[in-house]
T-cell receptor
């Protein structure tokens, strides 16, 4: 169990640029989640996958955000035309199927939009 | 989703017990109560969960009120490594996601 891996750990970008983050879940986990966290707040749910199917997207997820999990393994989260309000920690988590199952989180990608 | 109320912050001395309260008065009968914590510069990590009975594991104990409107996370002997934000999360039955509040920031002093 190598844990959930996220890359990069930090990303600085200029407003208007596109950015992409990657998440590698624990290998046998079917579910993969994306959350966003700003300073002083708890993580906010963005979206989640079961295998390659995206099952739910939060209303917080604007059209500029897109997430994929093409082969049911790693996932990418892309933000197009970044805005300063997108500055946050983006967290990925994975879990087995089952609502009692615990989520395992990565250490996140810290995005700063200048 | 059930709303939760937790103190913004709490303090403890090392090696003392810590009781972290959570009110979840709108919880439904099938919602499990999950606790996660987030250490500085890390993602959240699972601590414990339960439905009705009190639960123990190697990290903590969870005491659930008989009416299930509140619960208490108990750290039996706080260590410096327990300094973190603790989140109480009622997980709606058959819901796949966790909805985090703002949690309780625990400070532990040597």
């Amino acid at each position: 169990d190598t844990g959930v891996s996220q890359d990069p750990r930090h990303k600085i970008t200029k407003r208007g640029q596109n950015v992409t983050f990657r998440c590698d879940p624990i290998s046998e986990h079917n579910r993969l989640y994306w959350y966003r966290q700003t300073l002083g707040q708890g993580p906010e749910f963005l979206t989640y996958f079961q295998n390659e199917a995206q099952l739910e997207k939060s209303r917080l997820l604007s059209d500029r955000f897109s997430a994929e999990r093409p082969k049911g393994s790693f996932s990418t989260l892309e933000i197009q035309r970044t805005e300063q309000g997108d500055s946050a920690m983006y967290l990925c988590a994975s879990s087995p199927v089952g609502f009692e199952e615990k989520l395992f989180f990565g250490s996140g990608t810290q995005l700063s939009v200048l | 989703d059930a709303k939760t109320t937790q103190p913004n912050s709490m303090e403890s001395n090392e090696e003392e017990p810590v009781h972290l309260p959570c009110n979840h008065s709108t919880i439904s009968g099938t919602d499990y109560i999950h606790w996660y914590r987030q250490l500085p510069s890390q993602g959240p990590e699972y601590v414990i969960h339960g439905l009705t009975s009190n639960v123990n594991n190697r990290m903590a104990s969870l005491a659930i009120a008989e009416d299930r409107k509140s619960s208490t996370l108990i750290l039996h002997r706080a260590t410096l490594r327990d300094a973190a934000v603790y989140y109480c999360i009622p997980r709606v039955y058959n819901t796949d996601k966790l909805i985090f509040g703002t949690g309780t920031r625990l400070q532990v002093f040597p």
